[in-house]
């Protein structure tokens, strides 16, 4: 089992940054992907950014240039880093925690990002 716990929602105006973390905790296994997830209301879970644990990354088109994801593997924990948000950008984030040679999925409850215009 992992557990993942997210900080560093809130609300922030547009054109602001912010920073995720989500710290997993629990049988990781050396090799993963760890990434960002978000849902807006009324809209389905999109992937916005994952990185496998040898450091590869991966983001939505609608993120590139804006968002930077990163990990510490010492530490199991991925980060976050926005700049630029836009009102669209709001939505529920979601880490998650893939290990595929078990098929395994974990995602975190969740961390409220807000941005006004």
Same mark, same amino acid.
């Given at each position: 089992? /992992?557990?993942?716990? +997210?900080?560093g929602?809130g609300? /922030?105006?547009? %054109? $602001?940054?912010?920073?995720? &973390?989500?710290?997993? !905790?629990? !049988?990781?296994?050396? !090799?993963?992907?760890?990434?960002w997830?978000?849902?807006?209301?009324?809209?389905?879970? +999109?992937?916005v950014a994952?990185?496998? &644990? $040898? %450091?590869?990354?991966?983001? @939505? #088109?609608s993120?590139?240039?804006?968002?930077?994801? &990163?990990? #510490?593997? @010492?530490?199991?924990? /991925?980060?976050?880093?926005?700049?630029?948000?836009?009102? +669209? #950008?709001?939505?529920?984030?979601?880490?998650?925690v893939?290990?595929?040679y078990y098929?395994l999925?974990?995602?975190?409850?969740?961390?409220?990002?807000? /941005? &006004?215009?």
């Amino acid at each position: 089992q /992992v557990q993942l716990v +997210e900080s560093g929602g809130g609300s /922030v105006q547009a %054109g $602001g940054s912010l920073r995720l &973390s989500c710290a997993a !905790s629990g !049988s990781m296994f050396s !090799s993963n992907v760890m990434g960002w997830f978000r849902q807006a209301p009324g809209k389905q879970r +999109e992937l916005v950014a994952d990185i496998t &644990s $040898g %450091g590869s990354t991966n983001y @939505a #088109d609608s993120v590139k240039g804006r968002c930077t994801i &990163s990990r #510490d593997n @010492a530490k199991n924990t /991925v980060y976050l880093h926005m700049n630029n948000l836009k009102p +669209e #950008d709001t939505a529920v984030y979601y880490c998650n925690v893939y290990i595929a040679y078990y098929g395994l999925n974990y995602w975190g409850k969740g961390t409220l990002v807000t /941005v &006004s215009s």
